[in-house]
């Protein structure tokens, strides 16, 4: 088994991860499919066993974390790249998942991240969320915000992560980055948090918020006067300020409600499809949280379709619906009209559609001038 072959292969072929399961030969995750690398061998428990100690290189803390939790996570460079690595078991043997993470991020122009989200990272203090599914590309946008920040901002900026994917340079902001876990920088993300109030940061950037004591550490944080970036595994804006509130008892929830009314500055939720030309797009959704906004999270029962029509009238300042986004890459030709649909419930594809015609009646109006 040659861990490094492997490694060049899927270099070679722009894999985004890959996967090595015992019975099988190694797989590569490229633009969202799934292909074999025919030249390699099935895996066998042997390999697998090798693997493990290719990449745990002996650590004794990172063995018994996966010897106790029967899981691990760690990071790890090769070449110009990073890897951001899962260890699990089945059937007590080592399963490998691999993350291949670009040393140079690409352009913050050319990822397709809407411009009010980088206006937004001037904001003085509050809370800045990027949530989306696993694979959503969140990683990638939370790191383009940090390295605009570093080349436009003097502020010092305060990374918790689990693990390190981007090594960030100080250009005009210092940035100090800590990885989460057990024996590494810091133990938890909600100790990370706590501390982070004596570092003097101006930015804090919570790699994943995941439960009640993170959430509580990250409001006190922006309360007292800190802009707080974090993210969420949710699939909607909507969902996103659902799950903060769920994180809270009942009785505590309408205290919450009203501190992330006055806090929370903007939601970005996104999507990853494969486009028409084989690369994968960003779908975003926005929510920029203004006094409509606020005025529905602080309500008793949060209404969903409450929400997403306050985003879809909120156009202006820089919100946008998903349905709008799914119909503009439609409209573009960067994805289909099956795609753009399957995103969505079909009670809202009648929506889709008037809002495709009104793009494409707007587009002929502007080419004929």
Same mark, same amino acid.
């Given at each position: 088994?040659?861990?490094?072959?492997?490694?060049?292969?899927?270099?070679?072929?722009?894999?985004?991860? *890959?996967?090595?399961?015992?019975g099988?030969?190694?797989?590569?995750?490229?633009?969202?499919?799934?292909?074999?690398?025919?030249?390699?061998n099935?895996?066998?428990?042997?390999?697998?066993?090798?693997?493990?100690?290719?990449? *745990?290189?002996?650590? *004794?803390?990172?063995?018994?974390?996966?010897? !106790?939790?029967?899981?691990l996570?760690?990071? $790890?460079?090769?070449?110009?790249?990073?890897?951001?690595?899962n260890?699990?078991?089945?059937?007590?043997?080592?399963?490998?998942?691999?993350?291949?993470?670009?040393?140079?991020?690409?352009? $913050?122009?050319?990822?397709?991240i809407?411009?009010?989200?980088?206006?937004?990272t001037?904001?003085?203090?509050g809370?800045?969320l990027?949530?989306?599914?696993t694979?959503?590309?969140k990683?990638?946008?939370?790191?383009s915000?940090?390295?605009?920040?570093?080349?436009?901002?003097?502020?010092?900026?305060?990374?918790l992560?689990?693990?390190?994917?981007?090594?960030?340079?100080?250009?005009?902001?210092?940035?100090?980055?800590?990885?989460?876990?057990?024996?590494?920088?810091?133990?938890?993300?909600?100790?990370?948090?706590?501390?982070?109030?004596?570092?003097?940061?101006?930015?804090?950037?919570?790699?994943?918020?995941?439960?009640? !004591?993170?959430?509580?550490?990250?409001?006190?944080?922006?309360?007292?006067?800190?802009?707080?970036?974090? !993210?969420?595994?949710?699939?909607?804006?909507?969902?996103t300020?659902?799950?903060?509130?769920?994180?809270?008892?009942?009785?505590d929830?309408?205290?919450?409600?009203?501190?992330l009314?006055?806090l929370l500055?903007?939601?970005?939720s996104?999507?990853l499809?494969?486009?028409?030309?084989?690369?994968l797009?960003?779908?975003?959704?926005?929510?920029?949280?203004?006094?409509?906004?606020?005025?529905?999270?602080r309500?008793?029962?949060?209404?969903?379709?409450?929400?997403?029509?306050?985003?879809?009238?909120?156009?202006?300042?820089?919100?946008?619906?998903?349905?709008?986004?799914?119909?503009e890459?439609?409209?573009?030709?960067?994805?289909?009209?099956e795609?753009a649909?399957?995103?969505i419930?079909?009670?809202?594809q009648?929506?889709?559609?008037?809002?495709?015609?009104?793009?494409?009646?707007?587009?002929?109006?502007?080419?004929?001038?």
């Amino acid at each position: 088994m040659n861990m490094e072959k492997i490694l060049d292969i899927a270099m070679e072929k722009d894999a985004s991860d *890959v996967h090595m399961i015992c019975g099988n030969k190694p797989m590569l995750r490229i633009a969202r499919d799934l292909v074999e690398i025919e030249e390699m061998n099935v895996l066998t428990e042997e390999d697998m066993l090798e693997a493990y100690d290719y990449l *745990v290189k002996g650590n *004794v803390d990172k063995d018994d974390v996966y010897n !106790t939790t029967k899981k691990l996570d760690l990071s $790890y460079e090769y070449k110009d790249i990073r890897l951001r690595v899962n260890i699990s078991s089945s059937d007590e043997t080592p399963t490998c998942t691999l993350r291949l993470i670009k040393n140079e991020l690409p352009p $913050y122009e050319s990822l397709g991240i809407p411009d009010v989200v980088r206006r937004m990272t001037y904001q003085p203090q509050g809370l800045i969320l990027v949530t989306g599914k696993t694979n959503s590309g969140k990683s990638t946008t939370l790191n383009s915000m940090i390295d605009y920040i570093n080349e436009n901002q003097n502020k010092k900026i305060l990374t918790l992560e689990n693990p390190i994917e981007y090594k960030h340079h100080s250009k005009k902001s210092l940035i100090v980055q800590k990885e989460v876990g057990r024996g590494r920088d810091v133990l938890t993300f909600s100790d990370g948090v706590k501390n982070s109030l004596r570092e003097d940061c101006d930015i804090l950037v919570i790699g994943e918020i995941r439960d009640r !004591t993170t959430m509580e550490a990250a409001i006190e944080m922006a309360e007292s006067g800190h802009l707080v970036i974090g !993210t969420l595994h949710t699939k909607s804006c909507a969902e996103t300020i659902d799950r903060m509130i769920n994180f809270y008892e009942v009785r505590d929830q309408s205290s919450i409600k009203y501190l992330l009314s006055a806090l929370l500055k903007l939601v970005v939720s996104q999507r990853l499809l494969k486009g028409t030309d084989g690369k994968l797009v960003l779908v975003p959704e926005v929510m920029v949280v203004d006094n409509i906004v606020a005025g529905i999270i602080r309500k008793d029962k949060l209404s969903v379709s409450e929400i997403e029509d306050a985003i879809q009238s909120n156009l202006e300042k820089g919100s946008i619906g998903l349905i709008n986004s799914l119909a503009e890459l439609f409209v573009e030709d960067k994805i289909t009209l099956e795609q753009a649909k399957s995103q969505i419930e079909e009670k809202n594809q009648e929506i889709l559609n008037r809002t495709i015609m009104q793009l494409k009646i707007k587009k002929a109006a502007n080419s004929n001038q």
